[in-house]
């Protein structure tokens, strides 16, 4: 098209219509696009650790690892616990049972009419007489 010629509107509207998008494609096309990477594509290339606020605050970084480490020993240790005093409860409840046992053989064993059929083969024979109690009077000196 040359400088001079008669353009309608439609035209004249159609045409600026273009170089719109024209200038709109250019301008997507120059416009830099975001450069940062998200947080997680940071972390996973290790980008965050070279930032100024990682390398000044490392004591802190490294204390919250320290903690968090203690957080973790300390549930291995409290599941340790639980597992020893479950077993030591297991260990009592057996000691418990066999005692109650051995205790009702040994009163079920010494029953007076037991110890005396026991004893009668050897000529020891139960007192009928009454039990009788002596009294010492104690002088001082």
């Given at each position: 098209?040359?400088?001079?010629?008669?353009?309608?509107?439609?035209?004249?509207?159609?045409l600026t219509?273009?170089?719109?998008?024209?200038?709109?494609?250019?301008?997507?096309r120059?416009?830099?696009?975001?450069?940062?990477?998200?947080?997680?594509a940071?972390?996973?290339?290790?980008?965050?650790?070279?930032r100024?606020?990682?390398?000044?605050?490392?004591?802190?970084?490294?204390?919250i690892?320290?903690l968090?480490?203690?957080?973790?020993?300390?549930g291995y240790y409290?599941k340790?616990?639980?597992?020893?005093?479950?077993?030591a409860q297991?260990?009592?409840?057996e000691m418990?049972?066999?005692?109650?046992?051995?205790?009702a053989?040994m009163?079920?064993?010494?029953?007076?009419?037991?110890?005396?059929?026991?004893?009668?083969?050897?000529?020891?024979v139960?007192?009928?007489?009454s039990i009788?109690?002596?009294?010492?009077k104690?002088?001082?000196?």
């Open positions: 098209m040359s400088d001079n010629e008669f353009l309608d509107k439609d035209t004249m509207e159609e219509r273009k170089e719109r998008q024209k200038e709109e494609k250019e301008r997507a120059s416009k830099p696009k975001n450069t940062r990477p998200n947080a997680f940071q972390i996973l290339n290790g980008d965050f650790l070279t100024e606020f990682v390398v000044n605050n490392l004591n802190f970084i490294f204390f690892m320290l968090l480490l203690l957080i973790v020993g300390k409290g340790q616990l639980s597992k020893d005093i479950d077993t297991k260990q009592l409840d418990t049972a066999d005692y109650v046992e051995i205790k053989h009163e079920e064993g010494t029953r007076r009419y037991k110890l005396v059929q026991r004893l009668g083969p050897e000529g020891l139960e007192s009928e007489d009788k109690v002596i009294k010492l104690v002088t001082e000196k």
